[in-house]
């Protein structure tokens, strides 16, 4: 802990800064390594929601109450009108199309880590920002090539590098990540020594609007009409009957509700057809997909191929593949061997080693 706070406080510039607040114990203690490092602190904690839920009411509360606690000021700012445009609309508009969105990322760059640096900057006079994700960052001083480089956190369990991958330059630039180089345990154990209020406070598991509606299928329910349509093989025959492509994704196994002589997976929602196309596993990997919207954050954008390593969801573990550039913002992936869980709408994140190189959204 003691190497954490001497690198904050060797950390170059000013050191006055914004701190993204959840009122959960990973900001909480980012905000106070912060202040004990001899920063000058203030809270900052996002209105996105009305009504309950842990990142909403209760997380508010929280949060002014561990800046009351540190001694430091705290701001509220509502930004429901920009959350109910930039993502829930996003969701429901993809999961009605048959995508599978990925809101986090978008979340990050649209709702979060851009609208709260401007605040600081424009309200408190405040040009960085420090938040509790576990990931780590290669100040541009430091890296060979002049960019400010991500890294995944220590903690391979709670990396969180791939929710990240979108943000620009720009942006990064100003970051602070106190807990990178932090396991989830180490955060417990030192909230709790202390004594900060959150130290205890459960984890969500969720998406922060599964939390507020229930259940993510409770969120779409409210959202998107029922729309009865077929299950059907990749020939046409129909096996059953769904209540909306919605409630289903690519690689999915359980829960289809029909029978087969052998197991099978999700392995296209087409949204035209409103059916939901299942196929044993022998026939549902797939080796090859294409991206769009790329980010290049720590290296510039390649012009040749180039072999890297891939992870196309959150809880996945890198894969190898080979990026062949289609365009400006486009490439395509061949994978070393076949993926089962490439899903249109999520993030395929690429890697050398612990360094996040870029991404994009999977489109087909």
């Known amino acids: ?82 959350f109910q445009q930039e993502i829930v609309q996003f969701l429901v508009e993809g999961y009605g199309s048959g995508l599978t969105p990925l809101p986090c990322s978008r979340c990050n760059r649209a709702v979060k880590f851009g609208p709260m640096l401007e605040w600081a900057a424009r309200e408190r006079g405040i040009n960085r920002l420090a938040t509790g994700h576990y990931a780590r960052l290669r100040p541009a001083s430091e890296s060979a090539n002049g960019r400010t480089q991500l890294l995944r956190g220590l903690d391979g369990h709670k990396d969180q590098s791939y929710f990240l991958y979108d943000l620009p330059q720009e ?33 969500s598991q969720d998406l922060c609007l599964a939390d507020h509606h229930g259940s993510m299928k409770a969120f779409l329910d409210a959202y998107l009409p029922e ?25 999915q196994r359980k829960g289809l509700g029909v029978a087969w002589s052998e197991p099978l997976h999700v392995v296209r929602l087409d949204g035209a057809l409103n059916q ?26 390649p012009q040749q191929p180039l072999e890297l390593e891939v992870q196309v969801r959150y809880r996945s573990g890198p894969e190898r593949a080979l ?23 999520q993030g395929a994140v690429f890697y050398a080693g612990e360094l996040l190189l870029g991404g994009g959204l999977i489109q087909r």
Request: a negative charge; hydrophobic letters at 40%.
């Open 1 to 82: 802990m003691e190497e954490v706070l001497q690198r904050l406080r060797a950390w170059p510039g000013e050191q006055r800064i914004a701190v993204g607040l959840s009122g959960g114990v990973d900001s909480s203690l980012t905000a106070a390594l912060l202040s004990a490092a001899g920063w000058q602190v203030e809270g900052l904690t996002l209105w996105l929601m009305s009504g309950k839920g842990t990142c909403c009411a209760e997380g508010l509360v929280d949060a002014a109450g561990l800046c009351e606690q540190l001694g430091v000021p705290h701001h509220v700012v509502d930004s429901r009108a920009n």
């Open 276 to 301: 939901v196309v299942v196929a044993p596993r022998a026939e549902a990997g797939r080796a090859t997909c294409e991206l769009a919207e790329i980010n290049w954050v720590s290296v510039p954008a």
């Open 323 to 345: 990026l062949t550039p289609l365009g400006p913002s486009t490439c395509r992936l061949d994978f070393a061997e076949e993926q089962f869980s490439i899903t249109p709408g």
């Open 227 to 251: 729309r009865p349509g077929q299950i059907v093989l990749a020939d046409g025959q129909v096996l059953g009957g769904h209540d909306g492509i919605e409630h289903f994704t690519i690689g």
């Open 171 to 203: 942006v990064l630039a100003r970051l602070v990540f106190p807990l990178g180089e932090l396991t989830k345990p180490d955060t417990r154990a030192e909230a709790a020594r202390r004594g900060l209020r959150t130290a205890e406070k459960p984890e």
